[in-house]
């Protein structure tokens, strides 16, 4: 793992567009505000999802309404250019956690069902769509529950953590910027602009 684990970091990681980054660290990250960063095709993926629950699931965790963080990476992890890395402080009663590697095997087949060159995709919705969502959900679980269960041991369990709370600005820190060709802490970042700035 990347970083130690949450039980004693007790902070989660969510990454944003360094385009975002200003807003976020001054006004924190709103539940209601989620959909002003996200895809149409994305969010009609999330409702699909949210249509095919399983029953075990509490009415208020819907995915359409959530934003997403991780409890973890890998050390190989593979960023995204011009994002940057947060730890953020959750209030665990308002989050729920499920395999990623689930939402995954669909993401792909429900984007491309209606491009003629990938119609194989639309078949595939149709025969394991549903049965594809209702998985997901019911190996997902509570915050507290995926702990106390012991979830967080399982192997090819890629954990997405769904948040439906605000976070608050004090709740919330920038760890690294990702340029495109390297990894900076903040106080990294700021002394190589200075030092190349000097060097000009």
Request: one cysteine or more.
């Amino acid at each position: 793992m990347l970083f130690p684990s949450y039980k004693e970091t007790k902070v989660l990681y969510h990454v944003v567009d360094i385009i975002h980054l200003k807003s976020v660290l001054s006004n924190g990250i709103k539940i209601n505000e989620r959909n002003k960063y996200s895809d149409e095709k994305y969010d009609e993926f999330n409702k699909y999802l949210d249509k095919n629950k399983s029953e075990k699931i509490p009415p208020w965790v819907k995915r359409e309404k959530a934003f997403f963080a991780s409890l973890n990476f890998k050390k190989n992890t593979k960023w995204h250019s011009h994002s940057a890395l947060l730890a953020i402080r959750i209030q665990e009663e308002k989050c729920w956690i499920a395999n990623e590697n689930l939402a995954n095997e669909i993401y792909d087949p429900f984007v491309l069902q209606d491009i003629d060159k990938f119609n194989n995709a639309k078949k595939y919705m149709k025969k394991y769509g549903v049965k594809s969502a209702l998985k997901y959900w019911e190996h997902s679980f509570s915050f507290r529950e995926y702990f106390d269960l012991g979830i967080d041991k399982r192997e090819n369990y890629d954990e997405e953590v769904m948040i439906f709370h605000d976070i608050y600005p004090q709740d919330l820190n920038c760890l690294m910027i990702v340029t495109d060709h390297n990894i900076y802490t903040p106080k990294q970042w700021q002394k190589k602009y200075i030092s190349q700035g000097l060097s000009l």
